[in-house]
């Protein structure tokens, strides 16, 4: 077996170590679950190196020529074979055998893929298979960063029918990569879950909604009919720019299409979920959130005296062992009955479903040790599902919203312009670390209307479509 041809097959497959160290080319053959045959049968990579040819030459002027050539052949020889991981060469040089080398990052990540989600119910892979992550990295790298994309890079995106036109240093998205992307921030992020995100064309939208309907009257028999007229307004929706940056090493990029596809897209899909999420939930309206009101700030800020507000449910202590299953059941009664035909759900943080609510459900008996062991995997709570969203509270104290509950479209609207995410990239940021740069970019507005009054007067007091308890 010719010692070269497992070197270059092996670099092809991201080895970087010494060429004629057969102990690490052995290595990282085993770590990788490579297996390198010929003739059909397993080549021992130890053995291998210790049956390669030696040979003595006598170098003189006239022979460097000569000897220049012969390598340059080699080496072409063996770029070839590498590059479709199959060699027509023997021991000896002289007749045509087969030689073939696994790929053992794409094996890795279907078998990753395939396996679903890990204990926390996150997704393994970003992507369904390799051959989408390929692609992916395939883009941003003719895309994003031309000077580093090869020609199989662009073979794959020109295969694949997707534009890679990029004059202004970022490029949007493409769809086919969209549902993804968004199924990462799903997993991730909670805001997406319980709301629709709009995709707009600008900044800022005003979206009609209506405030009151028309009025009957009993006008009897020839009386006259008093005209009324339903009303409305805009609620007007401002989408504002959010960042990330990430930095990958050049050895990533240079390694597996595959590997540096995932990485960037799950941490660039993870972070903005998390903006995302605390914007919807947790904005005050000031910078750190992007200028958003989100739901809790939104129902607290109605009045000062939460008693007066509407949707506003005081449970039965100050801490998260004082609440009560009857809390939870005023939170669901609170809510306007036409959130039970739009699909309500409950939005918490895990820590306090199963500290709270979890431990409330099992104490009310009729629960059996299957039911105890095997769990739920979609936590339901009095009739509603249960959306986990991380930046929820997750530690006691008082006067603090913990829960909220409702139909969660009819109480806000969210856009998000153009096509979603736009990524870019620079490797002169990172010159001297030999890494390149990536941004991530994207336009996202929420606008929270209908979470209802506050009066002093409790006849007067009407709840929105979302609903909150809150520690007293």
Same mark, same amino acid.
């Given at each position: 077996m010719n010692w070269n041809m497992i070197v270059k097959a092996v670099a092809a497959e991201g080895y970087t170590g010494p060429?004629?160290?057969?102990?690490?080319v052995a290595a990282f053959v085993k770590s990788n679950n490579i297996v390198i045959k010929h003739n059909g049968n397993t080549v021992d990579v130890i053995e291998a190196h210790k049956a390669r040819p030696v040979r003595e030459i006598n170098v003189t002027d006239e022979r460097v020529d000569e000897i220049a050539v012969e390598v340059e052949r080699i080496k072409s020889r063996a770029r070839g074979a590498a590059a479709v991981h199959t060699?027509?060469?023997?021991?000896?040089? /002289?007749?045509? $055998?087969?030689?073939?080398? %696994?790929n053992a990052t794409r094996k890795k990540y279907d078998r990753e893929a395939k396996s679903g989600r890990d204990y926390a119910g996150l997704k393994r892979t970003a992507f369904g298979s390799s051959d989408e992550a390929e692609l992916f990295g395939a883009w941003v790298k003719c895309a994003v960063m031309p000077q580093v994309a090869t020609a199989d890079d662009r073979h794959i995106v020109a295969k694949a029918g997707i534009t890679t036109t990029n004059t202004l240093g970022g490029a949007t998205v493409p769809d086919i990569f969209?549902?993804?992307?968004?199924?990462?921030?799903?997993?991730?992020?909670?805001?997406?879950?319980?709301?629709?995100?709009?995709?707009? %064309? +600008?900044?800022?939208?005003?979206?009609?909604?209506?405030? %009151?309907?028309?009025?009957?009257?009993?006008?009897? /028999?020839?009386?006259?009919?008093?005209? +009324?007229?339903?009303?409305l307004n805009n609620v007007q929706v401002v989408a504002n720019k959010m960042t990330?940056?990430?930095?990958? +090493?050049? /050895? &990533?990029?240079?390694?597996?299409a595959i590997s540096f596809a995932d990485f960037v897209a799950r941490e660039h899909a993870y972070a903005m979920a998390d903006k995302e999420d605390e914007a919807v939930f947790n904005g005050d309206g000031t910078s750190t959130y992007g200028g958003h009101t989100g739901f809790r700030s939104k129902i607290a800020s109605l009045s000062g005296t939460v008693a007066n507000i509407a949707g506003y449910v005081v449970g039965s202590g100050s801490t998260y062992a004082t609440l009560a299953l009857a809390d939870f059941e005023a939170v669901v009664g609170r809510a306007p009955s036409y959130t039970d035909t739009a699909n309500p759900v409950w939005v918490v943080h895990k820590e306090f479903y199963w500290n709270v609510m979890a431990r409330l459900a099992l104490a009310a008996g009729g629960v059996t040790s299957i039911e105890i062991a095997n769990g739920i995997r979609q936590p339901i709570f009095l009739g509603a599902p249960v959306v986990f969203s991380q930046v929820m509270p997750r530690v006691s104290a008082?006067?603090?919203?913990?829960?909220?509950? %409702?139909?969660?479209? &009819? $109480?806000?609207?969210?856009?998000?312009v153009g096509g979603g995410m736009q990524i870019a990239s620079d490797a002169s940021v990172g010159f001297q670390s030999d890494v390149t740069s990536f941004r991530g970019v994207?336009?996202?507005g929420i606008t929270v209307h209908d979470v209802g009054n506050a009066s002093?007067?409790?006849?007067?007091?009407?709840?929105?479509?979302?609903?909150?308890? $809150?520690?007293?």
């Open positions: 060429t004629d160290d057969a102990a690490a060699a027509t060469m023997n021991d000896a040089n /002289e007749s045509p $055998a087969t030689f073939a080398i %696994g969209v549902p993804q992307l968004i199924e990462l921030r799903e997993t991730r992020g909670a805001a997406r879950q319980v709301l629709d995100v709009m995709t707009v %064309g +600008s900044d800022v939208v005003q979206m009609p909604r209506r405030t %009151g309907g028309v009025t009957v009257y009993w006008p009897g /028999e020839a009386g006259s009919i008093t005209a +009324s007229d339903p009303t990330a940056f990430t930095q990958v +090493s050049n /050895e &990533l990029l240079n390694d597996s008082g006067t603090q919203i913990c829960a909220l509950y %409702g139909a969660f479209n &009819l $109480a806000a609207k969210a856009i998000q994207n336009r996202f002093a007067t409790a006849s007067a007091r009407v709840p929105g479509a979302v609903v909150c308890l $809150a520690t007293s």
